[in-house]
C-alpha cells in the first residue's frame, strides 16, 4: 500500500525558502517518476515538478523554473521540493505525487498516488 506522507510548509516572507518533503512507503522509487502539484483556492491545480526515476531527468513548469527543485532519496524514501524565491503566488496547498512509469516527457497530468496537501503561505 503506498503511502504518502508530506511536511515542510509554512509561513514565509517574498524571497524566501522552504523545503518540502514527502516521506514514502510501500514501493519502491526504482518503479515511480515523482511530482509536485499545487492548489490554490479558487484556481485550477496547477504541475510544479516530475523526475523520472531510471535516469533522474526532470522538468518544470514555466512559473517555477530556476526557483524549484525537485529530488529524491530513496534511501530515505523522501521525496523533495526545494523552493527558493518564494512569491505571493506561490501561496497554495502544495502535494507530492507518484506516476506508475519509470520516465515522464512532462508533468504528469494525473498522478497514481499524492499525499496530503502542504500549506504554503507566502506573504510580508
Known amino acids: 500500500q503506498v503511502q504518502l506522507v508530506g511536511s515542510g510548509g509554512g509561513l514565509v516572507q517574498p524571497g524566501g525558502s522552504l523545503r518540502l518533503s514527502c516521506l514514502a512507503s510501500?514501493?519502491?522509487?526504482?518503479?515511480?517518476?515523482s511530482g509536485w502539484f499545487r492548489q490554490a483556492p479558487g484556481k485550477e491545480r496547477e504541475g510544479l515538478a516530475a523526475m523520472s526515476s531510471d535516469d533522474g531527468s526532470t522538468y518544470y513548469a514555466d512559473s517555477v523554473k530556476g526557483r524549484f527543485t525537485v529530488s529524491t532519496d530513496s534511501a530515505k524514501k523522501t521525496m523533495y521540493l526545494q523552493m527558493n524565491g518564494l512569491k505571493p503566488e506561490d501561496t497554495a496547498d502544495h502535494f507530492c505525487?507518484?506516476?506508475?512509469?519509470?520516465?515522464?516527457?512532462?508533468?504528469?497530468?494525473?498522478?497514481?498516488?499524492w499525499g496530503q496537501g502542504t500549506p504554503v503561505t507566502v506573504s510580508s
Open positions: 505525487g507518484l506516476v506508475r512509469m519509470h520516465h515522464v516527457l512532462g508533468i504528469p497530468h494525473e498522478f497514481d498516488y
Open positions: 510501500g514501493f519502491s522509487f526504482n518503479n515511480y517518476a
